[in-house]
Nanobody, 114 residues
Framework: VQLLESGGGLVQPGGSLKLTCEAS????????MGWFRQAPGKERELVAA????????TYADSSKGRFTISRDGIKNTVYLQMNSLKSEDTAVYYC????????WGQGTQVTVSS
């Protein structure tokens, strides 16, 4: 299984980014799938996730109302639309299967700064 994250970058506070995660080797509906992030000096945290069926979505309090997770089953790709970004959203963002982790990808750096 390989995970490839992309779409990060430098954005000003209040800006938006859309992250993309391409998964190969495991269908998205095989396990719950989500986006994580890790800020410098902090533990990795789950910010948004689909249930296995895709019918339920969970958001961390820090991302609720600003982030939207979506997926394309045909492309086996998961997205994270991030709006109203704050400096505390600065982190490396990763995708993975929360209940059945696979080797982490390289992640994509998101930096929110003026």
């Amino acid at each position: 299984v390989q995970l490839l994250e992309s779409g990060g970058g430098l954005v000003q506070p209040g800006g938006s980014l859309k992250l993309t995660c391409e998964a190969s080797g495991r269908p998205l509906n095989s396990y719950a799938m989500g986006w994580f992030r890790q800020a410098p000096g902090k533990e990795r945290e789950l910010v948004a996730a689909f249930s296995r069926s895709g019918e339920q979505i969970t958001y961390a309090d820090s991302s609720k109302g600003r982030f939207t997770i979506s997926r394309d089953g045909i492309k086996n790709t998961v997205y994270l639309q991030m709006n109203s970004l704050k400096s505390e959203d600065t982190a490396v963002y990763y995708c993975n299967f929360p209940a059945k982790l696979v080797p982490w990808g390289q992640g994509t750096q998101v930096t929110v700064s003026s």
